[in-house]
């Protein structure tokens, strides 16, 4: 059974970090790409970054230039730093994992931006 375990959310001021983290383990496949969705009330998940195993990224175009996508493939986990965090960055933040036949979700890591 494929897992998606995330870490490092919290309450933050606004101008400040964070840094995700999120463990996939239980695929028999490779995760092709990862990345990192988030969802704040009342509006759609939208992508905030993505990695192919071959270091290729995507950003959101309100992310680019403060966030920074990365992962260990040895380790199956993805990282998302987050600089110059702004409130409208406040959301749920998902981490998603995709083999060549499915595609995974975390439980969802909270991001509060404060002003």
């Known amino acids: 059974q494929v897992q998606l375990v995330e870490s490092g959310g919290g309450l933050v001021q606004a101008g400040g970090s964070l840094r995700l983290s999120c463990v996939a383990s239980g695929s028999r496949f490779w995760f092709n790409t990862m990345g990192w969705y988030r969802q704040a009330p009342g509006n759609q998940r939208e992508l905030v970054a993505s990695?192919?195993?071959?270091?290729?990224?995507n950003y959101g175009d309100s992310v680019k230039g403060r966030f920074t996508i990365s992962r260990d493939n040895a380790k199956d986990t993805v990282y998302l730093q987050m600089n110059s965090l702004r409130p409208e960055d406040t959301a749920v933040y998902y981490c998603?994992?995709?083999?060549?036949?499915?595609?995974?979700w975390g439980q969802g890591t909270q991001v509060t931006v404060s002003s």
């Open positions: 998603n994992a995709a083999t060549w036949r499915d595609n995974y």
């Open positions: 990695i192919t195993r071959g270091s290729s990224t």
